[in-house]
Structure formats: structure tokens, C-alpha cells
């Protein structure tokens, strides 16, 4: 997890995802700047494996020639939004079969008391949107 400076700031840089895939991305941290200070190791380390599954997935199965991955530390909570122009997927379809990957990041949330969205339709990509609360110091 970065840390955050000014909400309206955008980090951008291009990338090699793996040496078989090669993927645009692109970030953004924003919100709070006392990121350290109001956010738990416990908390950073789920965005983490989060972020890392969906990134996994991402490159295992979208097709996506561009990532967008943005944090936001806000007054009361932590949103963490991943986002592709991969082939997306019927997530409809999958609820009730889904797959480890996407279990194990619903559980993570969950955990700290947070909410998983996924957005997504077949040729329309994939946005994956988390929130999860915080309690100030």
C-alpha cells in the first residue's frame, strides 16, 4: 500500500505485468496524507493480497491491455478500486461457483468489516471496488 498525498493527485506509469504479458498501468493514491498513521498493518496487508489476487486474475484470464488501480484514504474508511478493459466476465453466472480467487478476497474484506463489489459483463472489462472502514486515532 503507497502512500496517499493529495486526493486530486494521479500517479501514472507504464509497465511490463510479466514477461508474457504486457499490461499499461496505471495508479493513484489520494486522501489523507497521515496514511501510516491512521491504517493498521493488518489493514495493509489485505489490500495487499487483495490487490495482488485481482492483479493475478487479471493477467490469468481479462486479456486487458490496461490496469487502473487507485487508493483513497478517506475520512472513515480505505477504498482500494481496480479496474481493466479486459474481456470481462457473466459474475452473475459465477456466484455460486466461485473460484477460490474470488472467495478468498470476499473473506479478506469481510474480516475488517469491509464490502467487495465487482462490476462486469462479458467485452466490458472488470472493476473491482473495496471499502473498508477505519476508526480514527
Same mark, same amino acid.
Do not use: W
Given at each position: 500500500? #503507497?502512500?496517499?498525498?493529495?486526493?486530486?493527485?494521479?500517479?501514472? @506509469?507504464?509497465?511490463?505485468?510479466?514477461?508474457?504479458?504486457?499490461?499499461?498501468?496505471?495508479?493513484?493514491?489520494?486522501?489523507?496524507? $497521515?496514511?501510516?498513521?491512521?491504517? $493498521?498493518?493488518?489493514?495493509?496487508? /489485505?489490500? @495487499?493480497?487483495? %490487490?495482488?489476487?485481482?492483479?493475478?486474475?487479471?493477467?490469468?484470464?481479462?486479456?486487458?491491455?490496461?490496469?487502473?488501480? *487507485?487508493?483513497?484514504?478517506? *475520512? +472513515?474508511?480505505?477504498?482500494?478500486?481496480?479496474?481493466?478493459?479486459?474481456?470481462?466476465?457473466? @459474475?452473475?453466472?459465477?456466484?455460486?461457483?466461485?473460484?477460490?480467487?474470488?472467495?478468498? /478476497?470476499? %473473506?479478506? #474484506? *469481510?474480516?475488517? +468489516?469491509?464490502?467487495?463489489?465487482?462490476?462486469?459483463?462479458?467485452?466490458?472489462?472488470?472493476?473491482?471496488?473495496?471499502?473498508?472502514?477505519?476508526?480514527? #486515532?
Amino acid at each position: 500500500v #503507497a502512500r496517499a498525498g493529495d486526493r486530486r493527485s494521479r500517479h501514472e @506509469y507504464d509497465g511490463s505485468a510479466g514477461r508474457r504479458d504486457h499490461v499499461g498501468i496505471g495508479g493513484g493514491a489520494g486522501g489523507d496524507s $497521515d496514511i501510516d498513521a491512521r491504517i $493498521d498493518q493488518q489493514l495493509k496487508l /489485505m489490500l @495487499y493480497r487483495i %490487490s495482488q489476487e485481482q492483479i493475478s486474475n487479471i493477467l490469468k484470464h481479462s486479456g486487458a491491455t490496461q490496469v487502473i488501480i *487507485e487508493l483513497v484514504l478517506e *475520512e +472513515n474508511s480505505m477504498d482500494l478500486s481496480i479496474r481493466d478493459n479486459g474481456k470481462g466476465f457473466d @459474475y452473475a453466472a459465477l456466484k455460486g461457483r466461485k473460484g477460490i480467487g474470488l472467495s478468498n /478476497m470476499a %473473506s479478506r #474484506a *469481510e474480516l475488517l +468489516n469491509g464490502k467487495i463489489d465487482m462490476v462486469t459483463a462479458p467485452g466490458k472489462g472488470c472493476a473491482l471496488h473495496v471499502t473498508v472502514p477505519i476508526h480514527n #486515532a
